[in-house]
Nanobody
């Protein structure tokens, strides 16, 4: 049974910080590219950040310098540190795991991030 379970979302003020966690089970975690995606109200889901099995990271331009993705293979967990949050960061954030060799993709259920005064 494959599971990706997100946690750490919540309500924060502009300029605040959150750390999202995604705990994976049922997959060979170390071979997967992990990612965080988000979907804001009325918008399409977009990729926020990815990290490969080798540790290479990529970020959407709007979060560069503010968000950091990391992974702990020993704990089968990927993190997203969100700093200097802005109202436009408000969205449901989803964890993603992809094993390109098998073309398999898995999704978590999402965690809500709300940035508001």
């Amino acid at each position: 049974q494959v599971q990706l379970v997100e946690s750490g979302g919540g309500l924060v003020q502009p300029g605040g910080s959150l750390r999202l966690s995604c705990a994976a089970s049922g997959i060979i975690f170390s071979v997967h590219t992990m990612g965080w995606y988000r979907q804001a109200p009325g918008k399409q889901r977009e990729v926020v950040a990815t990290i490969t099995s080798g540790g290479t990271t990529n970020y959407v331009d709007s979060v560069k310098g503010r968000f950091t993705i990391s992974r702990d293979n020993a704990e089968n967990t990927v993190y997203l540190q969100l700093n200097n949050l802005k109202p436009e960061d408000t969205a449901v954030y989803y964890c993603n795991a992809r094993w390109a060799a098998l073309d398999y993709t898995y999704w978590g259920q999402g965690t809500q991030v709300t940035v508001s005064s």
